[in-house]
Structures are given as C-alpha cells and as structure tokens.
C-alpha cells in the first residue's frame, strides 16, 4: 500500500509554491509505502532510531520472520532478552515491551488514535516510552496517512528545504512559512523534500555553511 495522493494535491501545491512546482514536474508521483498497522509501524519506527537503513531493514526482516505477525500480544509474551536478540539495543527493546504491555493491559488505546487531531495524536504518542515527535510524525503520515505533516526535527527535511529554496540553514520561522504554505497538503510536499535531500535531482546542492577541518 502506498501513500495516497493525486492530481487535486500536486496542482494545489504546484499554485502555491513556483520552486516546488519544478521539483513536482521533475520527479513526477512518488510512491511510498505506508503501513496502515499502528502497531507494527510503531515498532518499525522505534527500531529504525538512530541506526542506517540497511541495519533497519535486517533487524525488521528478524523480527518479522521470527515472529510471523508483530502484534502487542506476541511482543508482550517475550523477555527484554528475546526481543533485543533481533538486533537491537536494551533500550529500545523496554521501549517496544513497554508499549505492547500498555496496549494489551488496555492502558493505552492504540486505535483510538484515529478519532484525534494531528496534534493530540502526537500528544499521546509521545506518552510512550521512547517515542518523540519525530517518531510521531512519522507515524502520522506513513501509517495513518496524516495530510498536513511536515517534521522540523527530520535531518533530512531540513536539507530538502535548503536545497529547494537555498537557504543556508533552516530556522523555525522559515519552516512554519514554508509548513502554512503547503497546508493543507505538507504530507505531500515532504515527499518530494525527501526525494530532493535524497538526490532525485542531482544538479541540486545543499546550500549549507561547510564546516572547516
């Protein structure tokens, strides 16, 4: 399942942003995928912290051949041993014990989520053990397909925004004119910022100050 998106969303942005209208017409749709299991995408996101994508993808691949289906019940009935076994730290293994015992003990309603706004979901989320505003985010748009999402705290977002618009360093209030600009549709926008940072079009550069020695 990829994010679902179409032509209302990218002329909508292509009229309000002429340098994001050129990167839309140069890279052409993008598909992403999204999880639409809150669970596993939690899961998924608090694995990937801090690590590279390879490294991500072969503790992923363990877990989910190890565990058929990663759900708050198989989670909760492993030790922190088992579950940092799949390759990853302790602490982030009590972070993903913690929130499948939260969910199975009814203290947390994980489905709830979808009857909140974008900002009370990131509320919530963030009541969990190891999951910030960037994992949130995260989850907003690749697994409850979130519209408005555009995450200040991604390295990567950051460099998209200075390569587009060549800025030599992204502040908050740039990135909120830049986040009321693509509202509402920043979800959208922050996947051709992603394929920007990414090198989806090479003769683009970032703009950042070069840090000497």
């Known amino acids: 399942m990829y994010f679902q998106y179409g032509e209302k969303e990218i002329e909508y942005l292509?009229?309000?942003?002429?340098?994001?209208?050129?990167?839309?017409?140069?890279?052409?749709?993008?598909?992403?995928?999204?999880?639409?299991?809150?669970?596993?995408?939690?899961?998924?996101?608090?694995?990937?912290?801090?690590?590279?994508?390879?490294?991500?993808?072969?503790?992923?691949?363990?877990?989910?051949?190890?565990?058929?289906?990663?759900t708050p019940e198989t989670i909760s009935q492993l030790s922190l041993e088992e579950i940092q076994a799949f390759g990853m730290t302790f602490r982030k293994a009590e972070y993903i014990q913690s929130a499948a015992q939260k969910i199975v003990h009814k203290e947390f309603d994980i489905n709830s989520l979808h009857d909140l706004s974008d900002e009370e979901v990131c509320a919530k989320l963030t009541e969990l053990k190891g999951v910030g505003v960037w994992t949130a985010e995260m989850l907003m748009i690749f697994s409850m397909q979130r519209r408005n999402i555009l995450s200040y705290g991604?390295?990567?977002?950051?460099?998209?925004?200075?390569?587009?618009?060549?800025?030599?360093?992204?502040?908050?209030?740039?990135?909120?004119?830049?986040?009321?600009?693509?509202?509402?549709?920043?979800?959208?926008?922050?996947?051709?910022?992603?394929?920007?940072?990414?090198?989806?079009?090479?003769?683009?550069?970032?703009?950042?100050?070069?840090?000497?020695?």
């Open 14 to 70: 292509k009229k309000k942003d002429e340098q994001l209208a050129a990167v839309i017409d140069q890279i052409g749709m993008i598909k992403r995928e999204v999880n639409p299991d809150l669970f596993a995408a939690l899961v998924h996101s608090i694995t990937g912290q801090q690590i590279s994508s390879k490294v991500h993808q072969t503790v992923w691949k363990r877990m989910q051949e190890g565990l058929g289906t990663i």
């Open 154 to 213: 991604d390295l990567a977002i950051q460099r998209g925004l200075r390569m587009i618009y060549h800025h030599r360093q992204i502040d908050r209030e740039k990135f909120n004119k830049y986040w009321k600009r693509y509202t509402p549709y920043a979800s959208i926008a922050s996947l051709y910022i992603w394929a920007v940072a990414g090198g989806a079009i090479p003769e683009m550069k970032d703009y950042a100050p070069q840090k000497s020695g």
